[in-house]
C-alpha cells in the first residue's frame, strides 16, 4: 500500500479523499468551481496533502472522475467540430431513429444533433456489409471535403464511414489525405472509436468523441501538468463509464470513454459495501447537489450496457445522444439538492434546473435568489446550519425561509412549512420513479433489495425513499457525501473492446470467434499495460445476441479459451436463462443471433481499505437536540441529535434521529432503526410509515 488520492467533481460539490499506507481515510469536499472545475480539484489536493502530511512525491497513484464530458455536450460548448461520412449519409444524425420515445406526444424533439449540417461532408465511397469494396474511395473528392470543412473552421473532424467496422481501410486512407491536407486537423475514426454495427448510434459515438477530445484533452494535460509541478511522479488516472480506471493518456484518444465517469465510481462502492455487510442484492443511490443517480448491483456487480444514451428526456429510451460504449446502467435524474422549487400549475414542481454551485441555493448566500431542496431541508430541520460541510460553510435559514414563501408558499397557498415540507416529498417521489426504472424495469423486485443511500443529499432522503418503495432495509455509509470520490481508489484498471459479427449461434465458425477474440484481447491489453498495471490481466468476454427476427440484445457470457461447438452451445443456453429471467419465459427452439462480441482487459488494483468503528467511544455520542419535521409525529419534534464519529460499532439509533458528520447529515424517520457496524456504517432497518392523521 503506498499514498493515493481520488477526486471527483460534481455539479455542486467535488468530493476528494486521500488514503494512507495505513489504510486511514482523510476526507473532503470544496464547492465546484466553474468554468475550470480543476480549481477546485487542486486547491482541495493541496488541503488534504497538508492534513496528511506528506509530501507530493510520496502520492503514489491520482485517480479523476468526472462529468466534464457530460457537460461539453448537454450545453453544446465545443466549436470546430465536423464530421466526413459516406456520400448519401449526410443525415443521418438528423434523421436518427424512426421511432418516437413517446409515441402519443405529437411535441416531442430529437436529440438536437452536435454537428450542423453545414459542417457535415460527404466523400464518395462505398463498402458494403460484408466489407467488400463496391465504390473504391474517390481521393480528389476526399480532398475537397477536407479543404471545404476546414475552410469552414473545423478543427476537429469525425470520421464515419459505411461499415467502416467491416473493412476500415477507406477511413484509414482518409484520416492519411486530412494529414496531408490539414495537419492540424485532430481526428477521430469510427472503426476505432466504435467498430460496432447500426450506422445512427456509430456515427453518434464518433462525434461525441471528437466534440469531447479537444476540451478533455486539454483539461487533462493541464492537470497533469499542474500535479506535476507539485511533485507528484506518477500517472494520473480517470474513470471510466464502465467502472475502470485508465491512464489520462490513453483516454485522451478515447475521451467518449469518460463520459460519465464521476457516477461509476459510486455504483462500484456500493457493491463493495454490500460485500462487506452481507448484501449482495442491491440499489446504488447516490444523491448530491445537482442530481440522482441510480444503479442496480446484481450480485455483487453493477449492471451494464453498451447502448449508452446521455440527457434523456424523462429517462424514455430513445430519447437522448446514444453512444456504443460500455456503461454501468446508471439512471440520472435532475434530483439534487440545489435543484430548484418552484410554483407551477397549482403544484410544487422540483428540478431539473440546479443552482449548483454558483450561485448555488439561497441558505448559501452566494447570490442565489431561487429555493431549492437543500433550502427546503434546513427549513425542515434536518440540516445543521453552523456544521454545514464540517463548519467550512454556514447556512442562513432565514434565507431560505423567505425564498420558499416568496417562491413557493404564498403563490400556493401555503405555509412556509408545508411548502418545505411539499418540496422534500417531491423530491423524493422523483427519486422513487427512477428508482422502479433501475429495480422493475431490469426484473427485480425493489423489496427483494437493499439500498445503499450516499452523496451529500442521499443519507437525507435515503429511508424516505426506502420505504416508498418497500425496501426493507437502508445501507449509509461512513463518509457518505464522498463515497464516488472513495470509489475510485477500489476500481481496476480496465479496457473494454467490441466487435460486430452478425451470426446465427448453430451456423457460427468458433475458429472465426476466436481468432477475432486474439485480436481484441491484444488491443485491450495494450492499453492495460500502458496503464502500468502489473500483475496478471483477466480478460472477461461476453456477446450480445437476440433471437432473430428482434432488434433488441441481451448481453451473455463467452467461456474463455479457444471455442468449439459445445462452447458456443452453452452461449445459446445462457441467452435463455439471461432471457427468461428478463422476460419471464424462453423460446429454446428459436434461432439465436450473435451481433456485438465484447472483451474486458482487466487488472487488479490496490483494494480500499477501510477504516473500522471503535468499540468504544471517549466522548457522548448524542450532541444536540434540534426542531425537525416529521409529519408521522404530528410536525416538529425536538429531534435527537448525534455525532457521526462518536458512534462505536454496536450502536443503535431509532427514529426519529438525525447523524451529523463532515461530508452530509443522515435522517433517520419514525419507524426506522439502525445499527452501527464494524466498518462505522449505518444499517437503517425501514418499517413501513404510519402517518397520522
Same mark, same amino acid.
Given at each position: 500500500? &503506498?499514498?493515493?488520492?481520488?477526486?471527483?467533481?460534481?455539479?455542486?460539490?467535488?468530493?476528494?479523499?486521500?488514503?494512507?499506507?495505513?489504510?486511514?481515510?482523510?476526507?473532503?469536499?470544496?464547492?465546484?468551481?466553474?468554468?475550470?472545475?480543476?480549481?477546485?480539484?487542486?486547491?482541495?489536493?493541496?488541503?488534504?496533502?497538508?492534513?496528511?502530511?506528506?509530501?507530493?512525491?510520496?502520492?503514489?497513484?491520482?485517480?479523476?472522475?468526472?462529468?466534464?464530458?457530460?457537460?461539453?455536450?448537454?450545453?453544446?460548448?465545443?466549436?470546430?467540430?465536423?464530421?466526413?461520412?459516406?456520400?448519401?449519409?449526410?443525415?443521418?444524425?438528423?434523421?436518427?431513429?424512426?421511432?418516437?420515445?413517446?409515441?402519443?406526444?405529437?411535441?416531442?424533439?430529437?436529440?438536437?444533433?452536435?454537428?450542423?449540417?453545414?459542417?457535415?461532408?460527404?466523400?464518395?465511397?462505398?463498402?458494403?456489409?460484408?466489407?467488400?469494396?463496391?465504390?473504391?474511395?474517390?481521393?480528389?473528392?476526399?480532398?475537397?471535403?477536407?479543404?471545404?470543412?476546414?475552410?469552414?473552421?473545423?478543427?476537429?473532424?469525425?470520421?464515419?464511414?459505411?461499415?467502416?467496422?467491416?473493412?476500415?481501410?477507406?477511413?484509414?486512407?482518409?484520416?492519411?489525405?486530412?494529414?496531408?491536407?490539414?495537419?492540424?486537423?485532430?481526428?477521430?475514426?469510427?472503426?476505432?472509436?466504435?467498430?460496432?454495427? +447500426?450506422?445512427?448510434? +456509430?456515427?453518434?459515438?464518433?462525434?461525441?468523441?471528437?466534440?469531447?477530445?479537444?476540451?478533455?484533452?486539454?483539461?487533462? !494535460?493541464? /492537470?497533469?501538468?499542474?500535479?506535476?509541478?507539485?511533485?507528484?511522479?506518477?500517472?494520473?488516472?480517470?474513470?471510466?463509464?464502465?467502472?475502470?480506471?485508465?491512464?489520462?493518456?490513453?483516454?485522451?484518444?478515447?475521451?467518449?470513454?469518460?463520459?460519465?465517469?464521476?457516477? %461509476? %465510481?459510486?455504483?462500484?462502492?456500493?457493491?463493495?459495501?454490500?460485500?462487506?455487510?452481507?448484501?449482495?442484492?442491491?440499489?446504488?443511490?447516490?444523491?448530491?447537489?445537482?442530481?440522482?443517480?441510480?444503479?442496480?448491483?446484481?450480485?455483487?456487480?453493477?449492471?451494464?450496457?453498451?447502448?449508452?444514451?446521455? *440527457? +434523456?428526456?424523462?429517462?424514455?429510451?430513445?430519447?437522448?445522444?446514444?453512444?456504443?460504449?460500455?456503461?454501468?446502467?446508471?439512471?440520472?435524474?435532475?434530483?439534487?439538492?440545489?435543484?430548484?422549487?418552484?410554483?407551477?400549475?397549482?403544484?410544487?414542481?422540483?428540478?431539473?434546473?440546479?443552482?449548483?454551485?454558483?450561485?448555488?441555493?439561497?441558505?448559501?448566500?452566494?447570490?442565489?435568489?431561487?429555493?431549492?431542496?437543500?433550502?427546503?431541508?434546513?427549513?425542515?430541520?434536518? /440540516?445543521?446550519?453552523?456544521?454545514?460541510?464540517?463548519?467550512?460553510?454556514?447556512?442562513?435559514?432565514?434565507?431560505?425561509?423567505?425564498?420558499?414563501?416568496?417562491?413557493?408558499? +404564498?403563490?400556493?397557498?401555503?405555509?412556509?412549512?408545508?411548502?418545505?415540507?411539499?418540496?422534500?416529498?417531491?423530491?423524493?417521489?422523483?427519486?422513487?420513479?427512477?428508482?422502479?426504472?433501475?429495480?422493475?424495469?431490469?426484473?427485480?423486485?425493489?423489496?427483494?433489495?437493499?439500498?445503499?443511500?450516499?452523496?451529500?443529499?442521499?443519507?437525507?432522503?435515503?429511508?424516505?425513499?426506502?420505504?416508498?418503495?418497500?425496501?426493507?432495509?437502508?445501507?449509509?455509509?461512513?463518509? #457518505?457525501?464522498?463515497?464516488?470520490?472513495?470509489?475510485?481508489? #477500489?476500481?481496476?484498471?480496465?479496457? @473494454?473492446?467490441?466487435?460486430?459479427?452478425? !451470426?446465427?449461434?448453430?451456423?457460427?465458425?468458433?475458429?472465426?470467434?476466436?481468432?477475432?477474440?486474439?485480436?481484441?484481447?491484444?488491443?485491450?491489453?495494450?492499453?492495460?499495460?500502458?496503464?502500468?498495471?502489473?500483475?496478471?490481466?483477466?480478460?472477461?468476454?461476453?456477446?450480445?445476441?437476440?433471437?432473430?427476427?428482434?432488434?433488441?440484445?441481451?448481453?451473455?457470457?463467452?467461456?474463455?479459451?479457444?471455442? @468449439?461447438? &459445445?462452447?458456443?452451445?452453452?452461449?445459446?443456453? &445462457?441467452?435463455?436463462?439471461?432471457?427468461?429471467?428478463?422476460?419471464?419465459?424462453?423460446?429454446?427452439?428459436?434461432?439465436?443471433?450473435?451481433?456485438?462480441?465484447?472483451?474486458?482487459?482487466?487488472?487488479?488494483?490496490?483494494?480500499?481499505?477501510?477504516?473500522?468503528?471503535?468499540?468504544?467511544?471517549?466522548?457522548? #455520542?448524542?450532541?444536540?437536540?434540534?426542531? !425537525?419535521?416529521?409529519?408521522?409525529? *404530528?410536525?416538529?419534534?425536538?429531534?435527537?441529535?448525534?455525532?457521526?464519529?462518536?458512534?462505536?460499532?454496536?450502536?443503535?439509533?431509532?427514529?426519529?434521529?438525525?447523524?451529523?458528520?463532515?461530508?452530509?447529515?443522515?435522517?433517520?424517520?419514525?419507524?426506522?432503526?439502525?445499527?452501527?457496524?464494524?466498518?462505522?456504517?449505518?444499517?437503517?432497518?425501514?418499517?413501513?410509515?404510519?402517518?397520522?392523521?
Amino acid at each position: 500500500m &503506498a499514498y493515493r488520492v481520488g477526486f471527483d467533481v460534481g455539479g455542486t460539490f467535488t468530493d476528494l479523499v486521500i488514503q494512507s499506507p495505513g489504510g486511514e481515510l482523510i476526507t473532503g469536499k470544496w464547492l465546484t468551481t466553474y468554468p475550470d472545475p480543476s480549481a477546485a480539484c487542486l486547491a482541495g489536493l493541496d488541503d488534504l496533502v497538508g492534513r496528511a502530511g506528506v509530501a507530493w512525491k510520496d502520492i503514489a497513484q491520482a485517480i479523476h472522475g468526472t462529468t466534464l464530458g457530460s457537460n461539453i455536450v448537454i450545453e453544446r460548448k465545443a466549436r470546430g467540430v465536423g464530421l466526413l461520412t459516406t456520400r448519401g449519409f449526410r443525415d443521418v444524425l438528423v434523421i436518427g431513429r424512426e421511432k418516437r420515445y413517446q409515441v402519443y406526444d405529437l411535441q416531442i424533439e430529437k436529440p438536437r444533433p452536435l454537428i450542423p449540417r453545414r459542417l457535415i461532408g460527404e466523400v464518395t465511397e462505398r463498402i458494403l456489409a460484408d466489407g467488400s469494396v463496391r465504390t473504391p474511395l474517390d481521393e480528389a473528392d476526399a480532398r475537397r471535403a477536407v479543404r471545404e470543412l476546414v475552410a469552414r473552421g473545423v478543427t476537429t473532424l469525425a470520421v464515419c464511414l459505411l461499415h467502416a467496422y467491416v473493412n476500415p481501410v477507406h477511413e484509414r486512407r482518409l484520416a492519411a489525405i486530412v494529414a496531408e491536407e490539414a495537419p492540424d486537423v485532430t481526428v477521430t475514426l469510427s472503426h476505432e472509436v466504435s467498430p460496432t454495427f +447500426r450506422e445512427y448510434e +456509430r456515427t453518434s459515438t464518433t462525434v461525441v468523441n471528437a466534440y469531447v477530445m479537444t476540451a478533455l484533452r486539454e483539461y487533462l !494535460a493541464a /492537470l497533469r501538468d499542474a500535479l506535476g509541478k507539485r511533485g507528484y511522479r506518477g500517472r494520473l488516472y480517470v474513470m471510466q463509464s464502465s467502472g475502470g480506471v485508465a491512464t489520462a493518456q490513453a483516454l485522451e484518444r478515447h475521451p467518449v470513454r469518460m463520459i460519465e465517469s464521476g457516477p %461509476a %465510481a459510486g455504483a462500484l462502492m456500493s457493491a463493495i459495501y454490500g460485500e462487506l455487510t452481507g448484501h449482495r442484492e442491491l440499489i446504488a443511490f447516490d444523491m448530491g447537489g445537482t442530481t440522482a443517480k441510480l444503479a442496480l448491483i446484481a450480485d455483487g456487480r453493477p449492471f451494464t450496457t453498451s447502448s449508452f444514451e446521455l *440527457h +434523456r428526456v424523462a429517462n424514455a429510451p430513445g430519447s437522448g445522444l446514444p453512444m456504443n460504449i460500455q456503461a454501468i446502467d446508471l439512471v440520472e435524474i435532475g434530483a439534487g439538492g440545489g435543484s430548484i422549487a418552484r410554483a407551477s400549475l397549482g403544484v410544487i414542481a422540483v428540478g431539473p434546473e440546479s443552482a449548483s454551485s454558483t450561485p448555488g441555493p439561497v441558505c448559501y448566500e452566494r447570490g442565489g435568489t431561487e429555493p431549492t431542496v437543500t433550502d427546503a431541508n434546513l427549513v425542515l430541520g434536518y /440540516l445543521n446550519p453552523t456544521y454545514f460541510a464540517g463548519g467550512a460553510m454556514r447556512l442562513a435559514p432565514d434565507a431560505a425561509a423567505r425564498a420558499i414563501d416568496e417562491r413557493v408558499a +404564498r403563490p400556493l397557498g401555503l405555509g412556509v412549512d408545508a411548502a418545505a415540507w411539499g418540496i422534500h416529498q417531491i423530491v423524493t417521489t422523483n427519486m422513487e420513479l427512477a428508482t422502479r426504472i433501475v429495480s422493475i424495469e431490469r426484473g427485480r423486485d425493489p423489496r427483494d433489495l437493499t439500498l445503499v443511500a450516499f452523496g451529500g443529499s442521499g443519507p437525507v432522503h435515503g429511508c424516505r425513499l426506502a420505504r416508498e418503495l418497500g425496501i426493507p432495509r437502508v445501507i449509509l455509509p461512513a463518509a #457518505a457525501g464522498v463515497t464516488a470520490a472513495i470509489g475510485l481508489l #477500489a476500481a481496476e484498471v480496465k479496457f @473494454d473492446v467490441a466487435r460486430t459479427l452478425v !451470426a446465427h449461434l448453430d451456423q457460427l465458425d468458433p475458429s472465426l470467434v476466436t481468432s477475432m477474440y486474439e485480436e481484441m484481447a491484444a488491443q485491450a491489453l495494450d492499453v492495460v499495460r500502458e496503464s502500468a498495471a502489473g500483475g496478471d490481466v483477466q480478460l472477461v468476454r461476453a456477446v450480445e445476441a437476440r433471437y432473430v427476427g428482434q432488434g433488441y440484445e441481451l448481453t451473455v457470457p463467452v467461456p474463455s479459451g479457444a471455442l @468449439d461447438a &459445445a462452447a458456443l452451445g452453452r452461449v445459446r443456453q &445462457a441467452f435463455d436463462d439471461v432471457y427468461a429471467a428478463r422476460y419471464g419465459y424462453a423460446n429454446a427452439a428459436a434461432a439465436v443471433e450473435a451481433v456485438t462480441w465484447t472483451l474486458s482487459a482487466i487488472a487488479g488494483t490496490p483494494r480500499v481499505e477501510l477504516p473500522k468503528a471503535p468499540t468504544t467511544s471517549a466522548r457522548e #455520542a448524542r450532541t444536540a437536540s434540534r426542531r !425537525a419535521y416529521f409529519p408521522e409525529a *404530528h410536525g416538529y419534534v425536538d429531534c435527537p441529535v448525534y455525532d457521526r464519529y462518536a458512534l462505536a460499532a454496536g450502536t443503535t439509533l431509532s427514529g426519529p434521529a438525525i447523524v451529523e458528520e463532515r461530508e452530509s447529515t443522515t435522517v433517520l424517520p419514525p419507524g426506522t432503526s439502525a445499527v452501527v457496524d464494524e466498518y462505522a456504517n449505518l444499517i437503517v432497518e425501514v418499517r413501513p410509515a404510519t402517518v397520522a392523521a
